[in-house]
């Protein structure tokens, strides 16, 4: 059984930052060789891409809105990746959802339960 646990969600007023956790969990799931995203959803509106850090090399890539702002990290020796958000904005409102590809070239195979985080104006 395959876990994606998020954590690091809150209340903050907007520009300040956070730092959301994603610790995987299984008995034989290591996200050494797996591409690992966050996507959020906000109230209304469809999941979303934010990020994604691939598996060989830790190349990154940023959905439009949050590029300059937010950073996705890895650690493999811990099974967690890290996604750091500088300068939050009230449209950063959303339920933030750690997800891991098996296939680069497919949709994430696995989902988190979702962390909330609300910026306030």
């Known amino acids: 059984q395959v876990q994606l646990v998020e954590s690091g969600g809150g209340l903050v007023q907007a520009g300040d930052s956070l730092r959301l956790s994603c610790a995987a969990s299984g008995r034989t799931f290591s996200i050494d060789f797996m591409d690992m995203g966050w996507f959020r959803q906000a109230p209304g509106k469809e999941r979303e891409f934010v990020a994604k850090i691939r598996r060989f090399g830790g190349s990154t890539y940023y959905a439009d809105s949050v590029k300059g702002r937010f950073t996705i990290s890895r650690d493999n020796a811990k099974n967690t990746v890290f996604l750091q958000m500088n300068s939050l904005k009230p449209e950063d409102t959303a339920v933030y959802y750690c997800?891991?590809?098996?296939?680069?070239?497919?949709?994430?195979?696995?989902w988190g339960q979702g962390t909330q985080v609300t910026v306030s104006s």
């Open positions: 997800a891991a590809y098996t296939n680069p070239a497919n949709s994430p195979n696995y």
